[in-house]
């Protein structure tokens, strides 16, 4: 029915599926609602909408996230990820373009919208949310960490005797490095993954330590004498390294080196609700600049300039906040280059405040 609204799920609090929801059904058809759905969005919204004669398949108008189609003996299934279809007999039918609909049913599958030419895809799809097997815009998300690995490599002239990652996405960054400098990979830390999130979730910081600390377990033997190099993802909030770190100096290491994957976080996403916290404070760039400024009314720019004097100032702040022996941080050219795709179709917001569209 025209303007029904789902309230009633959610016992009058507003969610975003609610809200969803309600934008599609103000429309006389599901392909309207939807399209007008994607237009009053700021975010991203990709869809996937049951009905009694089959499923629509929506991707987000600037394609920040994906959606893909897999096929088994004349079955479809509509994932965003497409890691889950080789075991279940699935092959990859077709990626969904930005702003694409598609409607499936037991006949197969027809487009219903043409997918847009504005493509925003997220970065951090390869830098840390996606499964390493998985692939957006038919690029693999190993094959993107491992070059993004090698990149670091390449710009570094460190001293160290091994190799590692911060499980479980600064892994293949890791393998990268290692592989392009012949150094060793080791694992120093292993992942106890049952009962535990990533410990960036939480909006709690005290739960965010527990987890932090819990869920990776050193092993000395690898430590101890050691001067080690780490390949992270990302530092969001830092939660996670410096409790880990103090591990490592702990346990006998005698140097630990940072290398994370892209650029420094400073730019809280506002579309996919990644960095989302309390306080933009809770950013590790963010805070030690309003350390360093005090005040958080300024032009960010030159912090996010690679490079520059305040760049550089607020790297080794970060890095005594965290204690590392040196800290380096991805560049964004070089991050661009190993994902393979141009900037422009490239959402780098949250490093330099720039979405195209």
Known sequence: KKKMHFSETSGGKTNPTELVAMLVCSENTFEAGIERAQELIKGSCSILLLTSKGLYAARDKLGRTPLVIGKKNGAFAVASENCSFPNLGYITETFLGPGEIVFINADGYVQKKCPGDKLQVCSFLWVYYGY??????????????????????????????????????????????????????????????????????????????????????????????KKILFCEDSIVRGTQLKENIQVLFDYGAIEAHMRPACPTLIYPCEFLNFSASRSTLDLAGRKVIRELEGREDINLEEYASAGSEKNLLMIDRIRQHLKLTTLSYQKLDDLVEAIGLPKEKLCTHCWDEKSYF
């Open 132 to 225: 390493p097997a998985s692939e957006y815009e038919e690029i693999n998300v190993e094959y993107v960490r491992n070059r993004c690995g090698s990149a670091l490599a390449k710009n570094d002239n460190v001293a160290i005797d091994c190799v590692a990652g911060i499980p479980d996405s600064g892994i293949g960054h890791a393998i990268g490095y290692a592989n392009e400098k012949k150094v060793p990979f080791i694992r120093p830390f292993v992942k106890y993954t049952p009962t535990w999130p990533r410990s960036f979730m939480p909006q709690n910081q005290k739960t965010r330590d527990l987890v932090a600390r819990m869920k990776l377990i050193p092993v000395r033997k690898l430590i101890e004498g």
